[in-house]
């Protein structure tokens, strides 16, 4: 788990990637251009589902060590309550995966290869709603 210092208010992120390079390079990309007050990052399907929020934004990849990206997006579209904003991001980049992103409530769906340096642009609005 890491938790960066934050002297203010920030976002509260469950990034879902089985890839610690991944983890580190989105991590490093969000911190230095958003407020964010707690990151929990898990590998698999059931600690996803089991990671205490509630949160603001979840970053999800498609294939994990263990379960599904879809499967985490649709019980968490199940649950009751305030839904975080989705993001998969992922390099199963075809039109079907996007498609199928969408049907189940993902907000937005970036490719690692061609979209990765958009993702602080994509979250930025999230941060301003939660903290304006």
Avoid: C
Avoid at 69 to 82: E, I, K, N, Q, S
Avoid at 102 to 129: H, I, M, W
Wanted: hydrophobic share 40%; proline share 8%; charged share 25%.
């Amino acid at each position: 788990m890491h938790e960066p210092a934050a002297t203010t208010p920030g976002l509260r992120l469950l990034l879902v990637e089985d890839s610690d390079t991944i983890v580190d390079r989105v991590l490093e990309l969000l911190e230095r251009q958003l407020p964010i007050e707690h990151v929990a990052a898990v590998d698999n399907e059931s600690d996803a589902l089991s990671a205490e929020g509630p949160w603001d934004v979840v970053i999800l990849d498609v294939g994990l060590k263990e379960g599904s990206g879809f499967a985490v997006l649709r019980t968490l579209r199940r649950r009751p309550g305030p839904q975080p904003f989705v993001v998969m991001l992922t390099n199963y980049g075809r039109p079907e995966f996007r498609a199928l992103a969408s049907s189940f409530g993902a907000q937005e769906f970036l490719n690692k290869t061609t979209d990765f340096d958009r993702l602080p642009d994509v979250l930025r609005p999230v941060a301003l709603r939660r903290f304006h």
